[in-house]
């Protein structure tokens, strides 16, 4: 029964950790509800565990507004439901050097007719 739940949070997505993210998200849910007890209760799931994820969560989104990357008044990534892009995340950490972002830099020079050759 439990390996059916876990089936229905990450059938949409077919990856484990993506399920973990739903159920996350679910649970998050619950508790604004006022019915998170309930909610892992029903999914199999551990309120401990998902409070310690939702601490270390925290102390992530600190770290990254630490450094730079979230602006100070914003309270989430406007990308925070693109599942493509967290899947994408994942991967790359779970496999370095699967991708890479290539920079390219645009040589702007200014040349006359004369120096042109083909």
């Given amino acids: 029964m439990a390996d059916q739940k876990r089936f229905e949070f990450g059938v949409r997505d077919c990856s484990d950790h993506m399920a973990y993210v739903h159920a996350y998200d ?23 565990t998902l409070e310690a994820i939702h ?4 102390q992530f989104k600190d770290l990254i507004r630490e450094s730079g ?5 914003a309270n989430e ?20 050097r699967v991708a ?3 920079v390219m830099f645009l040589l702007v020079m200014s040349f006359s007719q004369s120096m042109l050759m083909f």
Avoid: M
Avoid at 55 to 58: F, K, Q, V, Y
Avoid at 77 to 95: A, K, P, R
């Fill in 26 to 48: 679910g649970w998050l849910d619950a508790k604004k509800e006022g019915t998170a007890l309930d909610y892992c209760w029903n999914n199999f799931l551990s309120p401990q």
């Fill in 55 to 58: 601490s270390l969560r925290r």
């Fill in 69 to 73: 990357f979230l602006n100070g008044t």
């Fill in 77 to 96: 990534n406007n990308d925070h439901n693109c599942f493509e892009l967290l899947g994408g995340v994942i991967c790359s950490g779970l496999y370095p």
């Fill in 100 to 102: 890479a972002v290539l």
